[in-house]
């Protein structure tokens, strides 16, 4: 199985500064997408610092014995420690806070996942897209109670609310599950500035229309854009190739 990856990174067309952040590995072993919040500064240094310190884990702890979803727990509490200690060390970021969704690939496992708010991962097969991760939000709960439909949930004004975040005292559990992959495949990891714009329908389109990883990428940011770019938009992209 052979992997190739894309990414791409966006203001949008209303916030002068971006508090996305994202890394793909360059040995192809994982990537990272985070979405920072807490003000101009805070979110981006929320998400910078989440995305370094989960990068610097895996890698400093590949070749241990830490099974795939070991590596990625630990990894995303250290970005939280680290995070939750620069509120400490300069109190104007004290209400910093980011999403993350990690996905690693390691040869003698199934790939895994770990998220934490509402950044995505989805899995586009056979033209049909799948959100694989469940957003930490009020809204997705309430969906999940029957409280409130899917499309009240779309222009609901709690969409927003995370109901679980890095830099939190508060966060007690890390998501974590296997992929099932396979050869054709394509996996896309995103902030909410995508999601926010475009229908899965909509992103499933651009997919199919770019078989170019690059094009992909370009293609979701200049609809999200096109449809309102209210939000800082954020993609990364992975292909499942035949060696």
């Known amino acids: 199985m052979k992997l190739n990856f894309a990414g791409l ?66 990894a995303l509490w250290r970005a939280n420690e680290a995070i939750l200690q620069d509120q400490q060390n300069a109190p104007e970021r004290a209400d910093m806070g980011t999403t993350a969704v990690v996905v690693v690939f390691r040869e003698s496992e199934s790939p895994w996942c770990a998220h934490v708010g509402d950044s995505r991962l989805y899995r586009w097969r056979g033209s049909h897209l799948e959100q694989i991760t469940e957003d930490h939000t009020w ?25 679980r975040c890095l830099g939190r005292e508060d966060l007690h559990q890390i998501d974590v599950q296997p992929i099932d992959l396979m050869v054709g495949d394509r996996l896309l990891l995103c902030s909410d500035g995508l999601t926010e714009e475009l229908a899965d329908q ?10 170019v990883l690059d094009k992909a990428a370009y293609s979701l940011v200049e609809a999200a854009k ?16 035949d060696n």
């Open 9 to 74: 990174s966006d203001p949008g067309l209303i916030r002068s500064n971006n508090q996305d952040a994202y890394y793909i590995d360059p040995e192809k072993r994982f990537c990272i997408v985070a979405d920072g919040m807490g003000g101009h500064a805070g979110g981006e240094e929320a998400s910078r610092i989440a995305t370094q310190e989960i990068q610097a884990y895996l890698a400093q702890n590949w070749q241990t014995s830490q099974s795939a979803q070991e590596l990625l727990v630990q």
């Open 139 to 163: 809204v997705a709960r309430a969906i999940k109670l029957g409280d409130i439909t899917f499309e009240e949930a779309r222009v609901h004004p709690f969409r927003h609310v995370l109901s």
């Open 202 to 211: 909509k992103i499933a389109d651009c997919l199919q229309d770019n078989s």
């Open 226 to 241: 096109a449809h309102g770019g209210h939000d800082n938009i954020t993609v990364a992209l992975v292909a499942v190739e």
